[in-house]
């Protein structure tokens, strides 16, 4: 895999669903994480829950976002995970269209 030159302010992120997408991602040497699916979505028939995502980032030092089924019922187990964030386009989306923030 060639090393490129980049700038300090460029960060770069990368997504994993398992452990092997994330030992990739770690030998990418990425600024930034993306595990998914946290919670249960439509698209897969699994997903990790947050004893499994604790798991697996208690592993790496590396900063992690939560992404996948996040939505109000579960918004609260995202403090029980060792995540720097969380993106959810439909929770942030239906809060934006009824005008909470």
Known sequence: MPVYNRNKTFLILGSAHNLNEI???????IDFIFISPLF??????????PTKYRILTNHFNIKTIALGGINEKNLKKINIINCYGFASISYIEKHKLNGKK
């Open 40 to 49: 249960n979505i439509k698209k897969r028939k699994y997903f990790l829950g």
């Open 23 to 29: 030992n990739q991602k770690k030998k990418q040497n």
